[in-house]
Antibody
Framework: EVQLVESGGGLVQPGGSLRLSCSAS????????MNWVRQAPGKGLEYVSG????????YSADSVKGRFTVSRDNSKNTLYLQMSSLRAEDTAVYYC????????????????WGQGTLVTVSS | DVQMTQSPSSLSASVGDRVTITCRAS???????LNWYQQKPGKAPKLLIY???SLQSGVPSRFSGSGSGTDFTLTISSLQPEDFATYYC?????????FGQGTKLEIK
Protein backbone atom coordinates (compact mmCIF):
# COMPACT_ATOMS: atom_id res chain seq x y z
CA GLU A 1 0.00 0.00 0.00
CA VAL A 2 1.37 3.39 -1.01
CA GLN A 3 1.80 5.75 1.93
CA LEU A 4 3.03 9.33 1.92
CA VAL A 5 3.48 11.03 5.27
CA GLU A 6 4.40 14.70 5.43
CA SER A 7 5.97 16.43 8.39
CA GLY A 8 7.67 19.69 9.24
CA GLY A 9 4.84 22.16 8.94
CA GLY A 10 4.09 24.77 11.56
CA LEU A 11 3.96 28.46 12.36
CA VAL A 12 6.83 30.59 11.05
CA GLN A 13 7.38 34.32 10.88
CA PRO A 14 7.58 36.17 7.57
CA GLY A 15 11.09 35.89 6.19
CA GLY A 16 11.69 32.65 8.04
CA SER A 17 12.54 29.16 6.84
CA LEU A 18 11.06 25.70 7.15
CA ARG A 19 11.86 22.27 5.76
CA LEU A 20 9.09 19.88 4.89
CA SER A 21 9.67 16.15 4.64
CA CYS A 22 7.63 13.39 3.05
CA SER A 23 8.32 9.80 3.99
CA ALA A 24 7.23 7.35 1.30
CA SER A 25 6.53 3.63 1.41
CA UNK A 26 4.76 0.93 -0.56
CA UNK A 27 6.48 1.54 -3.90
CA UNK A 28 9.96 1.79 -5.42
CA UNK A 29 10.57 5.41 -4.52
CA UNK A 30 13.49 6.04 -6.84
CA UNK A 31 11.44 5.06 -9.89
CA UNK A 32 8.91 7.87 -9.51
CA UNK A 33 8.83 11.60 -9.80
CA MET A 34 7.56 13.29 -6.67
CA ASN A 35 5.85 16.60 -6.21
CA TRP A 36 4.56 19.23 -3.82
CA VAL A 37 1.10 20.71 -4.34
CA ARG A 38 -0.28 23.34 -1.97
CA GLN A 39 -3.71 24.61 -1.06
CA ALA A 40 -4.21 27.95 0.67
CA PRO A 41 -7.08 28.03 3.19
CA GLY A 42 -10.38 27.87 1.33
CA LYS A 43 -8.65 28.03 -2.04
CA GLY A 44 -7.77 25.74 -4.93
CA LEU A 45 -4.74 23.62 -5.74
CA GLU A 46 -1.37 24.95 -6.90
CA TYR A 47 1.53 22.86 -8.22
CA VAL A 48 4.61 24.11 -6.38
CA SER A 49 7.59 21.89 -7.08
CA GLY A 50 8.56 18.54 -8.53
CA UNK A 51 11.58 16.31 -8.93
CA UNK A 52 12.39 13.33 -11.12
CA UNK A 53 13.08 9.90 -9.72
CA UNK A 54 16.86 10.25 -9.87
CA UNK A 55 16.78 13.83 -8.69
CA UNK A 56 18.25 15.07 -11.94
CA UNK A 57 15.25 17.10 -13.04
CA UNK A 58 13.39 19.62 -10.95
CA TYR A 59 10.70 22.24 -11.35
CA SER A 60 9.57 25.13 -9.19
CA ALA A 61 6.64 27.43 -9.82
CA ASP A 62 7.42 31.07 -10.51
CA SER A 63 5.72 31.97 -7.23
CA VAL A 64 8.39 30.10 -5.24
CA LYS A 65 11.39 30.11 -7.56
CA GLY A 66 14.54 31.16 -5.79
CA ARG A 67 12.94 30.65 -2.37
CA PHE A 68 11.93 26.95 -2.33
CA THR A 69 14.16 24.00 -3.18
CA VAL A 70 12.89 20.48 -3.78
CA SER A 71 15.19 17.52 -3.17
CA ARG A 72 15.04 13.84 -2.39
CA ASP A 73 17.05 11.13 -0.65
CA ASN A 74 16.31 7.85 -2.37
CA SER A 75 18.25 5.91 0.27
CA LYS A 76 15.75 7.17 2.85
CA ASN A 77 12.66 7.17 0.62
CA THR A 78 12.14 10.79 1.55
CA LEU A 79 11.16 13.92 -0.35
CA TYR A 80 11.99 17.39 0.94
CA LEU A 81 10.92 20.96 0.38
CA GLN A 82 13.26 23.58 1.78
CA MET A 83 11.36 26.84 2.09
CA SER A 84 13.01 30.17 2.81
CA SER A 85 12.05 33.84 2.72
CA LEU A 86 8.54 32.76 3.57
CA ARG A 87 5.67 35.13 2.93
CA ALA A 88 2.11 35.30 4.20
CA GLU A 89 0.90 34.09 0.82
CA ASP A 90 2.82 30.84 1.31
CA THR A 91 0.36 29.90 4.06
CA ALA A 92 -1.21 26.64 2.89
CA VAL A 93 -1.52 22.93 3.35
CA TYR A 94 1.35 21.32 1.49
CA TYR A 95 0.72 17.92 -0.03
CA CYS A 96 3.34 15.40 -1.07
CA UNK A 97 2.17 13.79 -4.30
CA UNK A 98 3.41 10.83 -6.33
CA UNK A 99 3.38 10.69 -10.13
CA UNK A 100 1.31 7.87 -11.55
CA UNK A 101 3.94 6.81 -14.05
CA UNK A 102 7.49 5.65 -13.53
CA UNK A 103 10.68 7.00 -15.09
CA UNK A 104 9.26 10.27 -16.29
CA UNK A 105 9.34 13.96 -15.46
CA UNK A 106 7.49 16.26 -15.56
CA UNK A 107 4.59 14.44 -13.94
CA UNK A 108 1.41 13.56 -15.77
CA UNK A 109 -0.88 12.11 -13.13
CA UNK A 110 -1.00 12.76 -9.38
CA UNK A 111 -2.11 9.33 -8.22
CA UNK A 112 -1.31 9.29 -4.50
CA TRP A 113 -1.41 12.19 -2.06
CA GLY A 114 -0.24 12.50 1.51
CA GLN A 115 -2.52 13.88 4.20
CA GLY A 116 -0.84 17.28 4.01
CA THR A 117 1.05 19.48 6.44
CA LEU A 118 -0.04 23.01 7.30
CA VAL A 119 2.41 25.87 6.97
CA THR A 120 1.31 29.16 8.51
CA VAL A 121 3.38 32.28 7.87
CA SER A 122 2.44 34.98 10.32
CA SER A 123 3.96 37.33 12.84
CA ASP B 1 0.57 28.79 -18.41
CA VAL B 2 -2.50 26.83 -19.51
CA GLN B 3 -5.54 28.15 -17.67
CA MET B 4 -8.24 25.70 -16.67
CA THR B 5 -11.74 27.04 -16.12
CA GLN B 6 -14.45 24.91 -14.57
CA SER B 7 -18.17 25.47 -14.70
CA PRO B 8 -20.17 25.74 -12.68
CA SER B 9 -18.19 26.82 -9.61
CA SER B 10 -20.88 25.33 -7.41
CA LEU B 11 -23.78 23.04 -7.97
CA SER B 12 -26.68 21.79 -5.88
CA ALA B 13 -28.08 18.39 -6.71
CA SER B 14 -30.00 15.51 -5.17
CA VAL B 15 -29.11 11.90 -4.59
CA GLY B 16 -29.79 10.00 -7.80
CA ASP B 17 -29.30 13.00 -10.08
CA ARG B 18 -27.06 12.94 -13.12
CA VAL B 19 -24.45 15.69 -12.89
CA THR B 20 -21.99 17.10 -15.41
CA ILE B 21 -19.04 19.36 -14.66
CA THR B 22 -17.22 21.12 -17.47
CA CYS B 23 -13.55 22.04 -17.71
CA ARG B 24 -12.19 24.31 -20.44
CA ALA B 25 -8.50 24.77 -21.22
CA SER B 26 -7.12 28.06 -22.51
CA UNK B 27 -5.41 26.16 -25.33
CA UNK B 28 -5.84 22.77 -26.93
CA UNK B 29 -4.38 19.94 -24.88
CA UNK B 30 -4.07 16.27 -25.64
CA UNK B 31 -6.75 14.25 -23.91
CA UNK B 32 -3.95 12.14 -22.47
CA UNK B 33 -3.09 15.01 -20.16
CA LEU B 34 -6.42 15.83 -18.52
CA ASN B 35 -7.22 14.46 -15.07
CA TRP B 36 -10.02 14.81 -12.53
CA TYR B 37 -9.78 14.77 -8.73
CA GLN B 38 -12.29 14.67 -5.89
CA GLN B 39 -11.64 16.40 -2.58
CA LYS B 40 -13.70 16.10 0.57
CA PRO B 41 -13.42 18.63 3.40
CA GLY B 42 -10.24 18.24 5.41
CA LYS B 43 -8.93 15.50 3.14
CA ALA B 44 -6.37 15.24 0.37
CA PRO B 45 -7.55 15.15 -3.23
CA LYS B 46 -8.16 11.74 -4.75
CA LEU B 47 -7.55 10.83 -8.38
CA LEU B 48 -10.79 9.86 -10.12
CA ILE B 49 -10.09 9.92 -13.85
CA TYR B 50 -6.88 10.22 -15.83
CA UNK B 51 -6.24 10.77 -19.53
CA UNK B 52 -9.71 12.29 -19.79
CA UNK B 53 -11.59 9.00 -19.85
CA SER B 54 -9.74 6.34 -17.84
CA LEU B 55 -11.20 5.43 -14.47
CA GLN B 56 -8.66 5.12 -11.66
CA SER B 57 -8.66 1.74 -9.95
CA GLY B 58 -11.32 1.49 -7.24
CA VAL B 59 -13.38 4.44 -8.48
CA PRO B 60 -17.07 3.59 -8.99
CA SER B 61 -18.26 3.25 -12.58
CA ARG B 62 -20.87 5.99 -12.09
CA PHE B 63 -17.99 8.41 -12.70
CA SER B 64 -16.99 8.98 -16.31
CA GLY B 65 -15.00 11.50 -18.30
CA SER B 66 -15.03 12.70 -21.86
CA GLY B 67 -13.76 15.45 -24.10
CA SER B 68 -10.89 16.55 -26.28
CA GLY B 69 -9.11 19.67 -27.43
CA THR B 70 -10.14 22.39 -25.00
CA ASP B 71 -13.40 21.04 -23.60
CA PHE B 72 -13.72 18.20 -21.12
CA THR B 73 -16.48 16.90 -18.88
CA LEU B 74 -16.83 14.84 -15.73
CA THR B 75 -20.18 13.07 -15.36
CA ILE B 76 -21.63 11.35 -12.33
CA SER B 77 -24.47 9.18 -13.58
CA SER B 78 -26.39 8.78 -10.32
CA LEU B 79 -25.24 10.85 -7.36
CA GLN B 80 -24.59 9.04 -4.11
CA PRO B 81 -24.33 10.69 -0.68
CA GLU B 82 -20.55 10.17 -0.63
CA ASP B 83 -20.12 12.09 -3.91
CA PHE B 84 -20.80 15.48 -2.38
CA ALA B 85 -17.37 17.07 -2.55
CA THR B 86 -15.28 19.50 -4.58
CA TYR B 87 -14.01 18.39 -7.98
CA TYR B 88 -10.93 19.67 -9.78
CA CYS B 89 -9.69 19.19 -13.31
CA UNK B 90 -5.96 19.35 -13.99
CA UNK B 91 -3.84 19.51 -17.12
CA UNK B 92 -0.38 18.03 -17.41
CA UNK B 93 0.10 18.88 -21.09
CA UNK B 94 2.52 21.63 -20.22
CA UNK B 95 4.45 22.72 -17.16
CA UNK B 96 3.33 24.13 -14.82
CA UNK B 97 0.61 21.59 -14.33
CA UNK B 98 -2.48 23.65 -13.57
CA PHE B 99 -5.80 22.99 -11.89
CA GLY B 100 -9.24 24.37 -12.42
CA GLN B 101 -10.67 26.50 -9.63
CA GLY B 102 -12.88 23.66 -8.44
CA THR B 103 -16.58 22.81 -8.55
CA LYS B 104 -18.29 22.37 -5.19
CA LEU B 105 -21.08 19.82 -5.38
CA GLU B 106 -23.62 20.29 -2.60
CA ILE B 107 -26.73 18.49 -1.49
CA LYS B 108 -30.00 20.12 -2.57
Amino acid sequence: EVQLVESGGGLVQPGGSLRLSCSASGFTFSNYGMNWVRQAPGKGLEYVSGIGGDGGSTYSADSVKGRFTVSRDNSKNTLYLQMSSLRAEDTAVYYCVKDGGSYRFPPQIFDYWGQGTLVTVSS
Amino acid sequence: DVQMTQSPSSLSASVGDRVTITCRASQSISKNYLNWYQQKPGKAPKLLIYAATSLQSGVPSRFSGSGSGTDFTLTISSLQPEDFATYYCQQSYSTPQTFGQGTKLEIK
